[in-house]
């Protein structure tokens, strides 16, 4: 499943993503440009099927925050 190929362990909040679209709409972000932000909890810099690296385990989702 993507959520356990995801290293962060878990799926995103709408929340979490709409942090970031609002720093990138904010004056703070003025000098952001030609980039591109993933919010995916790392996911892209492991790609799907690819396992876990040893010895970095995920959070536990049930964990408090």
């Given at each position: 499943?993507?959520?356990?190929?995801?290293?962060?362990?878990?799926?995103?909040?709408?929340?979490?993503?709409?942090r970031?679209?609002?720093?990138?709409?904010s004056?703070?972000?003025?000098?952001?440009?030609?980039?591109?932000?993933?919010?995916?909890?790392?996911?892209?810099?492991?790609?799907?099927?690819?396992?876990?690296?040893?010895?970095?385990?995920?959070?536990?989702?049930?964990?408090?925050?």
């Open positions: 499943a993507i959520v356990d190929a995801t290293p962060r362990g878990r799926v995103g909040e709408a929340e979490e993503v709409a970031v679209i609002a720093f990138l709409a004056p703070a972000a003025s000098y952001v440009s030609g980039t591109h932000v993933e919010v995916d909890g790392a996911f892209s810099r492991r790609g799907l099927g690819t396992p876990p690296t040893p010895g970095r385990s995920a959070p536990d989702p049930a964990a408090p925050r």
